[in-house]
C-alpha cells in the first residue's frame, strides 16, 4: 500500500498516512486530485479506480471514505478487506466510531493504524491483538499521567 486517506463527504482531509516518501507539495496535489476523483463518483460505481500507474480502492462508512493506493499487481479485494478491517478496530476501540471521533482523537487513530499495519503492509490480523496491544499502551500512558500527577501535587517539579 502506497497511502491511505480518510476525507469526508465535504473533502475534508481527516487523516493520512503515507508509505512512501513524497514531498507535501506532491502529497497535497495527490490528495486534492483524489478526492476530488472519488467524490465525483456515483454511489453504485466500483469501488475500485485505476488513477495514474496505481489502483485506488474505496469504501465509504458513514460520512467518512477510506481510500487506499496501492501497486497495480495488489489485489483490491484483500485492500477492501483491509480497509474493513480498520473500520472494526474503530468501532471496537471508539463503540461505534463516527467522524468526530477521528478529529478529536486522531492520534489514537494514528496509533491503530500503526498496531494494524507497518510500511504499507498488514502487521497483525487478529483484532483481538491489535486491540490487546491498543489498551497496553492505554493503560500504560493512564499510570504515566497519574505517575506525573501525583509528583506534580507533591512539589515535583519537571526535570526538562
Not at 476523483?37 to 485506488?56: G, Q
Not at 471496537?92 to 494494524?116: H, Q, R
Request: hydrophobic share 40%.
Amino acid at each position: 500500500m502506497q497511502f491511505m486517506l480518510l476525507f469526508s463527504r465535504q473533502g475534508k482531509l481527516r487523516l493520512q498516512k503515507w508509505y512512501v516518501p513524497l514531498s507535501d507539495k506532491e502529497k497535497k496535489k495527490i490528495t486534492r486530485e483524489l478526492v476530488q476523483t472519488v467524490l465525483a463518483r456515483k454511489p453504485k460505481m466500483c469501488s475500485f479506480l485505476e488513477w495514474r500507474d496505481l489502483k485506488i480502492v474505496y469504501k465509504r462508512y458513514a460520512s467518512l471514505y477510506f481510500c487506499c493506493a496501492i501497486e497495480d499487481q495488489d489485489n483490491e479485494l484483500i485492500t477492501l478487506e483491509i480497509i474493513h478491517r480498520y473500520v472494526e478496530l474503530l468501532d471496537k476501540y471508539f463503540g461505534s466510531v463516527c467522524e468526530l471521533d477521528i478529529i478529536f482523537n486522531f492520534e489514537k487513530a494514528y496509533f491503530i493504524l500503526d498496531e494494524f499495519l507497518l510500511g504499507g503492509e498488514v502487521q497483525e490480523t487478529s483484532k483481538k491483538n491489535v486491540l490487546k496491544a491498543i489498551e497496553q499502551a492505554d493503560l500504560l500512558q493512564e499510570k504515566t499521567e497519574t505517575m506525573y500527577h501525583s509528583k506534580s501535587f507533591m512539589g515535583y517539579k519537571k526535570a526538562y
